[in-house]
């Protein structure tokens, strides 16, 4: 039995030289008839109407069409908007920063979802990054962090990273698609309206892609601050989803728990347990600053100022 169609919709931020880059991988993703790639380029000040076609088989580079769209500036807008230019029975999301493989759509029909199954969740591997290469994204390689067991390990609160997954049509529609007016977590909420409006989600690894890590510092504690933003936001939204977990002393623990373990590290002559050690209680620390700020608008300089204040008072180490 043949698969389904499907428009994959990728929603980008940055500078042209990067959307030529994606451009590129999105190329190499075979197509059938009836479906359809599509950036969407929420990047502000760059106006322009789609451009690029689609056609069953292989393109020639540069033929991704284009969509901008920043008049809101968040991910659930971009993805609404790209979902909007299709019809194909599925919406498959991949984050820009993912190299996807040639058959990908042809693997997450294999088998083809249960009639009540509305999101299917591809895999997603961190990128290898040697032994000696940048420590933030080593850290993110030896700990799977963009893995989707990263999120499903949640239990009844599980839910896929549009990193990475599919969504039917029909039931992304009835609910309504992404919230379009917070910055993170719109992947969970949607998981989790879905799942209340009767709909299922099933697991397909086998259609995995492969996301290339934060390379610095900074960027890495960005990162893990906007998902405790979007932690917080859910927790409020979804009482019981994602409470903080409390410790006494929150920075104590994490002077403590990064002591031991680079004493060990520095034993054992282990980079990687060294890594573990610092970068561990680092995005604990950052979860919880992270939750602190608002999901539902810009991140500004004063909001940092001010969550930092406030994590002097937690008393706890969060769940990650």
């Not at 998981?191 to 409006?197: F, K, V």
């Amino acid at each position: 039995m043949p698969r389904p169609a499907v428009d994959v919709v990728v929603p980008f931020v940055g500078p042209l030289a990067s959307l030529e880059q994606l451009s590129r991988s999105l190329n190499r993703i075979t197509l059938g008839t009836g479906d359809s790639v599509l950036i969407v380029d929420n990047s502000p000040g760059r106006e322009g109407a789609p451009r690029g076609q689609n056609r069953p088989g292989q393109r020639d580079p540069g033929a991704i069409p284009v969509l901008h769209a920043a008049e809101r500036r968040t991910p659930g807008y971009a993805r609404n908007r790209g979902a909007a230019r299709g019809s194909a029975e599925w919406l498959v999301f991949l984050d820009a920063d993912t190299e996807p493989p040639e058959d990908l759509l042809e693997r997450y029909f294999e088998p083809l979802p249960e009639e009540r199954t509305a999101v299917l969740g591809g895999g997603v591997r961190d990128e290898r990054v040697p032994g000696d290469g940048p420590p933030a994204a080593r850290y993110a390689y030896i700990r799977g962090a963009m893995s989707q067991e990263d999120t499903f390990r949640f239990g009844a609160w599980g839910f896929p990273k549009t990193a990475n997954a599919a969504f039917r049509r029909t039931a992304f529609e009835a609910v309504g698609g992404f919230r379009e007016d917070i910055r993170t977590a719109e992947d969970a909420d949607l998981s989790y309206r879905l799942r209340a409006a009767g709909w299922g989600i099933e697991r397909r690894e086998a259609a995995t892609v492969i996301h290339r890590s934060r390379r610095t510092l900074r960027s890495f504690v960005i990162q893990r601050a906007l998902y405790g933003a979007g932690g917080a936001w859910l927790e409020r939204q979804y009482p019981g989803s994602f409470p903080a977990r409390r410790r006494p002393g929150l920075v104590w623990w994490a002077i403590r728990t990064a002591g031991r373990g680079l004493a060990a590290a520095a034993r054992a002559r282990d980079r990687d347990r060294a890594l573990w050690a610092a970068f561990e209680p680092l995005e604990a620390l950052a979860w919880e600053l992270g939750r602190s700020l608002p999901n539902e608008r810009p991140l500004t300089a004063s909001l940092w100022w001010r969550a930092a204040r406030r994590v002097g008072g937690v008393r706890g180490a969060p769940r990650l």
